[in-house]
């Protein structure tokens, strides 16, 4: 399936372009800070990076275990993308290693969104069950080593 988006830049006049890859609805997508790459989110279980200097072909392409991915967001200083599938999976992905390390979140049940706070310290994972609907906070764990610390 091709998936036609209007992209305008600040210095550009408006332009359309196909992409060509995903193979059913697209759900999601994410500009990265830097302004040429974007992430979309699909029912077809991937999640695509595309480089707008070129969109013959996907940056690159991240398979979710089970289901449609439902929410992509970068990081504000751009290292991490983060991947929500619709149920179950939340991928956390190292924009500088070319997206191929990644850390799983396994989570059991449904999610409506995934976001970072403005200081990247926290994600924030939607939960939309009827009954607890809630918002699930993940705070990012720094490793602080000294050197008397190995004495």
């Given at each position: 399936?091709?998936?036609?988006?209007?992209?305008?830049?600040?210095?550009?006049?408006?332009?359309a372009a196909t992409m060509e890859g995903h193979l059913d609805y697209l759900f999601a997508s994410a500009w990265?800070?830097?302004?040429?790459?974007?992430?979309?989110?699909?029912?077809?279980?991937?999640?695509?990076?595309?480089?707008?200097?070129?969109?013959?072909?996907?940056?690159?392409?991240?398979?979710?275990?089970?289901?449609?991915?439902?929410?992509?967001?970068?990081?504000?200083?751009?290292?991490?993308?983060?991947?929500?599938?619709?149920?179950?999976?939340?991928?956390?992905?190292?924009?500088?290693?070319?997206?191929?390390?990644?850390?799983?979140?396994?989570?059991?049940?449904?999610?409506?969104?995934?976001?970072?706070?403005?200081?990247?310290?926290?994600?924030?994972?939607?939960?939309?069950?009827?009954?607890?609907?809630?918002?699930?906070?993940?705070?990012?764990?720094?490793?602080?080593?000294?050197?008397?610390?190995?004495?």
């Amino acid at each position: 399936m091709d998936c036609l988006y209007t992209l305008q830049m600040e210095s550009q006049e408006l332009r359309a372009a196909t992409m060509e890859g995903h193979l059913d609805y697209l759900f999601a997508s994410a500009w990265h800070p830097d302004g040429r790459i974007f992430a979309t989110g699909n029912q077809d279980k991937t999640c695509r990076l595309w480089d707008i200097r070129n969109l013959a072909t996907p940056v690159s392409v991240l398979k979710g275990n089970m289901v449609a991915v439902r929410s992509v967001c970068f990081s504000s200083d751009g290292q991490f993308l983060v991947v929500a599938e619709a149920a179950d999976f939340v991928h956390v992905c190292n924009t500088k290693l070319n997206y191929e390390k990644r850390q799983e979140i396994d989570l059991f049940g449904e999610m409506a969104g995934v976001s970072l706070s403005p200081d990247d310290e926290t994600l924030y994972i939607g939960v939309p069950h009827w009954i607890y609907s809630s918002l699930l906070q993940y705070n990012k764990r720094h490793r602080y080593g000294y050197l008397d610390s190995f004495v």
